[in-house]
């Protein structure tokens, strides 16, 4: 199992990367405009607190103050995108959980609500996840839902996340499983592992072994964010990895892919950690003043992504190690985005099949 995992992702990665090198011989011009006419997709921050304290977590060093999105911001930010042509929609924070807002059934009931609005996912530690119930979660509308955790071990689960709710957790874990299960795996569960030890010892963990017996799709995170240099590597056991900031000669596919509300109004384009503080240097506009089309389509983002190789490039960028070159859009997958974006600008209705594990934006 472990070593089959493995070596799954590191082909997956092989691949695209054989891919992407065949996909430089072509110009990406007509794809990246594309992407430029209309968001792909949508990103929320219903909240950003958050209820544990993960070692490897930049919510260790947030300064902005906590906030919890209204309801009208919501409603003006999801209003825009549909009339945009709708697609993707994401309530995972930058930092956070949003299972702590205590709407967030109900806005994610509300997007499910628009045919326009097609995949609707999440990231949560499940600690919350009992105040709203497995049934009510798994009928909510969401198409995937991952789970953070740091593997089925308490003692490994209090050092990582620095949170005693590892029980609760668990037995909120396995009811959304069965729930799932029981109403016909509407949802697509992942089990996302930010484990301090080694795989094979995670995943042969007697708690675990009831959680495998649903076969949820298996994901897990080999290297972490330094926040900028704030996190180091005194502060993260041997088996978590810092990553390490790449050159950057061309935009960052975060900041392509779809920008993030925040609970004020205000739109960051890019939805990584790196964003936890950078309201001055990653914002694009607010929806409360704006449309969130103006907003993508306008001069402010075409100045973010050339300011990528030259000497304009702003701090937080410069240091930011979750940099993510263009390769996805000199791949298949890319232009098939471009398509969609061009079919959704012309106010045609796109609806994709339901993704499988981690696939599909």
Avoid at 164 to 174: F, G, S, T
Wanted: aromatic share 8%.
């Amino acid at each position: 199992m472990v070593s089959t995992l493995f070596v799954k992702k590191i082909a997956r990665a092989g691949a695209s990367r054989a891919e992407a090198a065949v996909g430089r011989l072509y110009p990406m011009d007509r794809t990246l405009e594309a992407m430029r006419l209309r968001p792909y997709e949508l990103h929320f921050e219903l909240t950003n607190l958050c209820n544990a304290n993960c070692i490897f977590c930049p919510y260790q060093f947030q300064e902005r103050e906590h906030e919890r999105m209204p309801e009208a911001v919501f409603e003006k930010a999801l209003g825009d995108y549909v009339a945009e042509g709708g697609g993707s929609v994401f309530f995972t924070p930058i930092v956070g959980d949003a299972l702590i807002h205590p709407r967030v059934l109900d806005f994610i009931a509300r997007a499910r609500s628009h045919d326009r609005i097609d995949r609707i996912k999440m990231i949560t530690n499940a600690i919350l996840a009992d105040r709203y119930g497995a049934e009510a979660i798994v009928s909510s509308g969401l198409t995937t839902l991952q789970f953070s955790i740091a593997g089925f071990d308490e003692t490994m689960y209090e050092r990582v996340y620095r949170s005693r709710q590892y029980r609760r957790v668990r037995r909120n874990i396995l009811d959304l499983l069965e729930a799932n299960r029981a109403a016909g795996s509407p949802v697509n569960m992942v089990i996302g592992l930010r484990p301090d030890r080694p795989l094979d010892e995670v995943m042969a963990h007697p708690d675990f072994q009831e959680v495998l017996a649903y076969k949820p799709y298996l994901d897990f995170t080999w290297s972490f964010t330094t926040a900028g240099g704030r996190i180091t590597r005194e502060m993260l056991p041997d088996a978590m990895k810092l990553r390490h900031s790449p050159p950057k000669k061309e935009a960052c596919v975060n900041s392509v892919n779809g920008p993030i509300v925040l609970p004020d109004g205000a739109v960051l384009i890019c939805s990584c950690v790196a964003a936890i503080d950078a309201i001055d240097e990653l914002k694009i506009g607010n929806v409360t003043e704006q449309a969130l089309g103006d907003i993508w389509r306008g001069e402010q983002v075409r100045r973010f992504h050339e300011s990528f190789g030259i000497d304009g490039l702003n701090a937080v960028c410069v240091k930011c190690d979750m940099y993510r070159n263009l390769d996805l859009y000199r791949r298949r997958e890319g232009r098939e985005r471009a398509q969609i974006n061009r079919d959704r600008a012309a106010g045609r209705v796109v609806r994709r099949e339901r993704e499988v594990g981690l696939h599909g934006g």
